[in-house]
């Protein structure tokens, strides 16, 4: 029987908000309003975006380098006010997770490692400010945010079946396998997206006009580049963006194989609706992704391509659980 103690509705409620905050964190990055305020945690100076034409005034006197774009503005304050809530939300789970450690049904670790997280992704949300959007911290951000989403899902499930330990098998091994290899794939996407590599290739299957176009590894893995100090747009050269690009592809290709494994033996084994579930989200994203390419990033498919992605890697943490519990069963 599930016990609905408060702190079980408040991850569900957390899982939901942090799903907001991936959300907005995309669209965001797709709007090109990573830097639509020059200071951190401030905006100009102010804690919300400078409007009338004095607060205006006094922000581009005091940034003359980067005068107000209340349409970039926005969208990061907003991001960064959904962020801080979820940041109370969580130091909310981890001290009910102090105040009822001495019960067998509340896990303690995987708050306190959720905590220590969040504290990490505000000073990466700081960083990718004060580094000008370097690709490694919004990289960074990016997996930070996936993870904590994940993390969240887990802690929810854990508090929804009593904490119950989990036991090895084949097929809940092979599913860790496979939420391993998106994950990765995860990162791949968080690499094409903070160097602006989403669009080099317009054409598919081929990239450029082929199957394996000149490729640069050493360049498409530059972490910064001396003298650079704003990475708006990019800074890296077409052979290297390119072959980030195509590695995506490549990774697209390798973990849609295996979530299809994963989804037969799934079926094999009876669980057919999680199979049928991995399925059609995993469809979903690759037509979203095989549509950011055609149709060149528009916004709103590019912001369900990352949706759709953290989507994936929730179903696969629910299957990782859900198949241990089954075993415990």
């Not at 590894?217 to 195509?246: E, M, Q, S």
Request: glycine letters at 8%; aromatic letters at 10%.
């Amino acid at each position: 029987m599930v016990k609905h103690t408060f702190s079980y509705r408040l991850a569900l409620f957390a899982v939901g908000f942090a799903a907001v905050v991936v959300l907005l964190g995309a669209y965001t990055r797709l709007v090109d309003a990573g830097l639509g305020c020059p200071d951190w945690p401030t905006c100009y100076g102010f804690f919300d975006v400078p409007q009338t034409q004095e607060e205006i005034a006094i922000a581009e006197a005091a940034f003359p380098h980067a005068p107000v774009e209340t349409h970039k503005a926005w969208p990061e304050m907003i991001h960064r006010y959904f962020a801080g809530t979820l940041g109370l939300l969580i130091l909310a789970l981890a001290m009910l997770a102090i105040k009822n450690r001495s019960r067998h049904d509340q896990p303690v670790l995987l708050p306190m490692l959720l905590l220590g997280l969040v504290v990490f992704q505000a000073a990466l949300g700081m960083w990718t400010v004060t580094l000008g959007l370097l690709p490694v911290v919004v990289m960074g951000h990016l997996l930070g945010g996936f993870t904590t989403l994940a993390l969240l899902l887990l802690l929810f499930l854990k508090l929804r079946d009593n904490n119950t330990p989990a036991s090895a098998s084949s097929l809940r091994n092979f599913a860790l396998l496979t939420l391993a290899i998106v994950f990765a794939q995860i990162t791949l996407g968080g690499w094409t997206s903070a160097n602006y590599a989403a669009i080099i290739c317009t054409d598919f299957p081929t990239c450029q006009g082929n199957w394996i176009p000149p490729l640069d590894f050493a360049g498409a893995f530059t972490i910064a580049t001396d003298g650079v100090n704003n990475y708006l747009g990019g800074h890296l050269d077409n052979a290297a963006r390119v072959t980030i690009h195509w590695l995506h592809r490549l990774g697209a290709l390798i973990a849609t194989l295996f979530v299809i494994m994963l989804h037969v033996r799934l079926m094999k084994a009876g669980h057919k609706k999680l199979a049928a579930w991995l399925m059609l989200v995993l469809i979903a994203q690759v037509s979203l992704g095989v549509s950011n390419v055609l149709f060149s990033l528009p916004l709103p498919v590019a912001v369900a391509h990352n949706g759709v992605a953290a989507l994936l890697l929730l179903s696969l943490v629910y299957t990782f659980h859900t198949l241990g519990q089954r075993s415990e069963r």
